[in-house]
């Protein structure tokens, strides 16, 4: 019979009080408790107040407490809708309907830009959000959609999408947009998270599982997912990234970046695609999407010491 040595090529360390500072995947017994332990990532998405508009290929912003969903296939296709950690209620409509547009933010400081108007036109067009209405901000130099998007309202970021070539990245001041340096794969229909200087891009378009990163001047590859996907949602930041959902086969899967590789997490309850994320890598939101169009989900991560059990 196989023993844990035998697999792990180590012994089970036992102690009589758990460690003080225990590494993910560390297993121990405890002879005060007369228990098997492990510290482990105990991430789980449970349900979320729905939104109002159900919708898809929107922009999101903000945080698990205080999100931001506008534009996206709904209708009206203006329509914005702000989330307090139980539920959602309207905002002030964008300017310019659209969908498949890129958002990045937080819920009273937010910048929505590209994507596409009825008829599916690309848009130029960056609006800003107060946290009561959006006026007009500086156009995209180039006018796309299926982008994605990050950072702050001052200090944005805009890269991929169904533009030609899609390795095209901008960036924002607050004012106007400039070029930045190309994606070393084009790709649309990808996730995006982190800061102007420090940006992820995660999946797309081809079903790859590729990510990569950016430190404000050029793009280089970061770590393989363990789910090829497109038309996910991300949040987080560059070394602390959350990916979740997409295609194909309208996933459940969620994974977790810390800079290097990616670890598999707790699945969302409803696969979905096209859906929004916001948020941190520990108190993540995922909200709308073709398969579930008005469904909000919350992530809560973190690591935790768990009793390890035969049942």
Excluded at 52 to 72: E, M, V
Excluded at 158 to 182: D, H, I, L, R
Excluded at 290 to 303: D, R
């Amino acid at each position: 019979m196989a023993t844990y040595t035998n697999i792990q090529g180590q012994n089970i360390l036992i102690v009589s009080s758990d460690p003080a500072n225990p590494t993910v995947g560390q297993i121990w017994y405890n002879t005060t408790s007369n228990a098997l332990k492990a510290y482990a990532d105990v991430g789980a998405w449970a349900s979320g107040g729905s939104l109002t508009t159900g919708r898809y290929l929107l922009a999101s912003a903000g945080t698990q407490t205080a999100g931001l969903a506008t534009g996206g296939e709904a209708t009206p296709v203006n329509a914005t809708e702000e989330y307090d950690g139980t539920s959602w209620s309207p905002g002030g409509n964008l300017g310019t309907g659209r969908a498949g547009l890129a958002g990045c933010g937080t819920q009273t400081t937010a910048a929505a830009f590209g994507g596409y108007t009825p008829g599916v036109t690309a848009s130029a067009a960056t609006e800003e959000y107060n946290g009561t209405s959006w006026t007009a901000g500086g156009n995209l130099g180039t006018a796309r959609y299926y982008l994605a998007g990050c950072g702050t309202q001052t200090t944005a970021a805009a890269f991929g999408g169904n533009v030609s070539p899609q390795t095209q990245t901008e960036e924002y001041n607050g004012t106007s947009w400039t070029a930045g340096g190309n994606l070393t794969n084009g790709r649309r229909l990808l996730a995006g998270a982190g800061l102007q200087t420090s940006a992820l891009a995660m999946g797309g378009d081809g079903f790859t599982t590729s990510s990569e990163e950016y430190d404000g001047t050029s793009w280089t590859a970061g770590g393989t997912m363990n789910n090829a996907k497109t038309e996910a949602a991300g949040a987080g930041l560059q070394t602390a990234a959350l990916v979740f959902g997409g295609d194909p086969g309208a996933q459940k899967t969620t994974e977790e970046y810390n800079g290097t590789s990616w670890a598999a997490r707790g699945s969302l309850n409803t696969g979905r695609r096209l859906l929004g994320g916001s948020g941190t890598q520990t108190s993540a939101l995922a909200f709308g999407g073709v398969e579930s169009p008005t469904a909000t989900e919350e992530f809560t991560g973190g690591n935790a010491t768990i009793t390890l059990t035969t049942s």
